[in-house]
């Protein structure tokens, strides 16, 4: 299995990207997870659904499945954060990647994407993680020279390539099954 983060601020472009670097990746065959954090407070069920009436019940966990989707939520007593490993081992395991949005100050290599236009200072100067900057700047225009590959942010086949040549550095420790 090979994990990459993909770091970057608010409004960077990041799941724009990850959706299409996902679609690239299946339609070469492989099978791929994501990983996303949330900074806020959030649902996947909805108000009537049944799920929902669990856990507003008060179920510790609600599990739905069909034939085709199972969905798990689970609803801590009190705020608990999380790492991104506890989170990669959430997963069934049964993957080529896993794509993980956020995180940006794990330990796992990334990506990371980076607009101007944020307004946020990028991260790839001090942060040797990154293994690749993805950006809609030419690289004569970044704020520091680069000391890791550019990839244009434009061209998501690009950047889905540029994984599959360099896979070897995204290799994760195997999960335990139970």
């Not at 990746?25 to 649902?43: C, E, M, N, T």
């Not at 856990?55 to 790492?83: D, H, I, K, M, P």
């Not at 989170?87 to 993980?100: A, N, P, R, Y």
């Amino acid at each position: 299995m090979k994990v990459v983060g993909f770091a970057g601020y608010s409004g960077a472009g990041k799941t724009q990207l990850l959706v299409q670097i996902i679609a690239q990746l299946r339609q070469k065959g492989l099978r791929v997870s994501a990983i996303k954090h949330a900074h806020h407070q959030f649902d996947i069920d909805h108000p009537g659904k049944d799920s929902y009436r669990y856990r507003q019940a008060g179920a510790f966990e609600v599990v739905v499945a069909s034939r085709r989707r199972l969905a798990l939520v689970r609803e801590y007593e009190r705020e608990t954060e999380l790492t991104v490993h506890q989170m990669i081992g959430e997963l069934s395991g049964h993957v080529d990647w896993v794509m993980v949005e956020g995180y940006k100050h794990s330990d796992l290599p990334k990506i990371e994407v980076w607009r101007a236009t944020t307004g946020q200072a990028a991260r790839y100067m001090d942060d040797e993680r990154i293994l690749a900057l993805t950006t809609d700047l030419p690289a004569a225009l970044l704020p520091a020279p680069p000391r890791c590959p550019v990839l244009d942010l434009n061209d998501p086949p690009a950047i889905a390539q540029w994984l599959l040549d360099n896979r070897h550095r995204f290799a994760y420790p195997p999960l335990r099954q139970p």
